[in-house]
């Protein structure tokens, strides 16, 4: 599922979006009640129960207008009952919403590819409204005979069957009735709760239960006197009747229970249990194993850091000692002294593993102002690392003073953001993900034009990064 803000992939469930914040428990609500509406819909296609489903269909994109399933089902039913554009309408829009793999390309390809019958459709929708027209005006035979026209080459056209059962129902023939009633009956099973359809054949009903009674009446009037049925004795009456014999409750039920429970547990004990006792020893073999594996890896790392301090260390000595001949020499330059004092204080703090101090101490430094060799192979080996390092950690913690996590503990400080995400471009200009976070800091803190050149430099100088499109959003936003 994606996050509505941004459009991050965000897990089901899960409370917020790690990328913009975005409180997702409310979305999560809507979605579940819009596939709660869509899978009660589905129910009440199956049995045809159209009119409720068409409903149902409505409530579910009415809380999330990009359930596809919901609009293509809606469009199905459309389709079903004859009305051919609503159908194509539903399947376009559900197309608009999800390109890809998206059922509504086969629905409208299968209308699309016989153009005959497309045609016909369409010949099918302006015969109706033609027949609509004349029975507004009065010119009711000539819509009879434009209906008749339309169901006998859309026999599930609903709005067009009840239209001619109206017209039939109103006429004066003597039959007029009895089609109704047959065109009813025929459409009724098409979709079961059709309220109009119902609403006829109520009608039809009525009127036929009058006729009826009344002929009825004149019938008992011509009916000759009936005769008597011979007299039965009140014995014989009851001869005929079975004997009541009280049924005894039988244990067989409850012993079927108790051997099923027995079978069941023998079952467990012999096959599930040995299985389940198999996947928690496997289990923990891999878990032994992983956990040799990150020592070995540690201990491999930690020799290698060694090494290297030990090597720098060595470095240092021989920098502290051409340091020494440099200083004895005459009228010694301050600025040249501060920047070896740096270098030391950079491999120092390099050595301890602060990171964000070896940065904070490199960035001061020039390697051209550097005239040993091995003070420029030391910078050299550390810069890169240093600077990579310190700026990722700032980016992080920029990234949670913008987002009120961790130590912030859900307070948005955008000035400690705008901070850390500046620092972190220093230490790397191509952090782009310091970029964008600093873009949307500037956004949020009502400067648009700072925070559309972080946008814009993201999309023009580094195309090939996972931020172009999240940029490329955040810039519409802006509309500068």
Known sequence: MNCPICNSVVPFGKGRCSNCGQDMKDYWKVVSLSNIYYN??????KIRDLTGA?????????????????????????????????????????????????????????????PNKLE????????????????????????????????NTNPKFIRANQLLALLYMMSDKKDGRTKALKILNNIIKVDVTNTTTLRYLQELSD?????????????????????????????????????YKE?????????NIIIGIIIGLAVMYCFILPN???????????????????????????????????????????????LKVFQGDSDSSTTILDIYDKLFKAVNAFINEDMEKTAKNLIDITIDNLESSNAKK??????????????????????DAYNGQN????????????????????????????????????????KPKKAKECYEKIINEYPDSARVIEASSRLRELGI
């Open 407 to 446: 130590e912030y503990a859900g307070a948005v400080n955008y000035d400690k953001a705008k901070e850390c995400l500046t620092k972190s471009l220093e230490y790397n200009p191509d952090n782009t993900d310091a970029m964008y976070f600093l873009g949307r800091t500037y956004q949020q803190t009502s």
């Open 40 to 45: 009660k819909a589905l129910g009440q296609a």
């Open 207 to 243: 009127i036929h239960s009058k006729t009826d009674y009344f002929a009825a009446r004149s019938e008992e009037k011509k009916e000759p006197p009936r005769k008597s049925l011979p007299h039965m004795d009140e014995a014989d009456q009851y001869k005929v009747i079975t004997p």
């Open 247 to 255: 049924e005894r409750p039988s244990i067989m039920p409850l012993v």
């Open 54 to 114: 068409i409903n149902s269909l409505k409530q579910s994109l009415q809380f999330n207008k990009l359930n596809t399933n919901a609009r293509n089902l809606l469009g199905l039913i459309y389709f079903e009952v004859g009305e051919i554009v609503s159908a194509l309408s539903e399947w376009v829009i559900s197309k608009h919403y999800q390109e890809d793999n998206n059922d509504a390309d086969y629905y409208i390809n299968q209308v699309q590819a016989n």
């Open 120 to 151: 016909m459709h369409s010949q099918t929708i302006r015969k109706y409204n033609s027949a609509l027209y004349s029975a507004q005006h009065g010119d009711e035979d000539m819509a009879i005979i434009q209906l008749k026209k339309v169901v």
């Open 276 to 322: 389940i006792m198999s996947n928690k020893a496997h289990d923990t073999n891999e878990s032994f194993k992983k956990y040799s594996a990150d020592q070995a890896a540690s201990e491999s790392s930690s020799i290698a850091l060694k090494n290297q301090n030990e090597t720098l260390q060595a470095r240092v000595e021989q920098l502290e000692e051409e």
């Open 378 to 399: 030391i910078y050299n080996e550390i810069s890169a690392t240093a600077f990579s390092e310190a700026s990722e950690k700032l980016y992080e913690q920029g990234r």
